[in-house]
């Protein structure tokens, strides 16, 4: 009898160890899974600024993906920093078991204030072989082998939201961010891009027309908080 007991016994451990350790693998398996998905396919990223208001608020969330078949006039892309940090692997590893377990609400580097060094969400306004022109805040286009110019909001197939800025009569739009600047035309690769926000964001009027290479991902949506759900 007691042998018996023993067996049984032994029989309940061994099943409750393997029980375990599968659990544990598929855990593991399952973080491994997301944290793929999350770094090359599909991931969230926080807007600190008000570079992108109405349609982006300050403190959003948006999700982002790195995989597309390229960009069209309107798209809300997200660009890489101009001046890329750099850190150790292991403070990567850290930050990127941080982020997944906080839900990317905290990160080891995000209160980096370096000039240049933190990414930017902007919006794709002028495209390869467009000639471009800004009055008054306004983006007005001639795509090539167009003959007219038409404003950004005419052109584009999606309908989107600018946070304009009217400054008084005698103001000279040339200064700080520009208000306006004379035509110029995109070579082969190259785009313009705006901030929704005109009257105080560094983009295209600073950087000049960004490479296809420095878009990192394409905005996806804004899901959080949830009173500004919308889809890009």
């Known amino acids: 009898m007691n042998r ?5 016994s032994y029989q309940i451990k061994k099943e409750r160890r393997r029980r375990t350790v599968s659990l544990v693998v598929f855990f593991i398996c399952l973080y491994i ?27 959003s969330i948006v999700m982002v993906s790195s ?10 892309v997200l660009l890489n920093a101009r001046n890329q940090m750099t850190y150790p692997l292991y403070k990567k590893l850290a930050d990127q078991f941080i982020r997944f377990f906080t839900g990317q609400q905290l990160s080891l580097f995000e209160k980096n204030e370096l000039p240049a060094s933190k990414s930017h969400i902007r919006r794709v306004v002028g495209m390869p072989g467009d000639t471009i022109y800004m009055r008054d805040y306004v ?6 082998g167009e003959k007219h110019f038409l404003t950004e909001f005419e052109i584009v197939n999606e309908p989107y939201n600018v946070t304009f800025y009217v400054p008084p009569a005698d103001w000279d739009t040339g200064i700080g961010v520009k208000g306006s600047f004379n035509e110029l ?14 009257k105080s964001s560094d983009d295209s009027r600073l950087w000049g027309a960004i490479k296809g290479k420095e878009i990192d991902a394409k905005v996806l949506m ?11």
Not at 67 to 76: A, E, H, L, M, T
């Open 33 to 59: 899974f997301i944290n793929l998905v999350i770094s090359y396919l599909i991931y969230p990223v926080r807007q600190n600024s008000i570079s992108m208001i109405p349609d982006i608020p300050e403190k």
């Open 185 to 198: 035309t995109l070579g082969y690769d190259e785009y313009f891009v705006l901030a929704d926000n005109r």
């Open 139 to 144: 983006l007005y286009i001639k795509p090539a």
């Open 4 to 8: 018996n007991i023993e067996v049984f």
């Open 67 to 76: 995989v597309n078949g390229g960009y069209s006039r309107g798209d809300v």
């Open 222 to 232: 804004c899901y959080f908080p949830f009173t500004n759900f919308r889809l890009f």
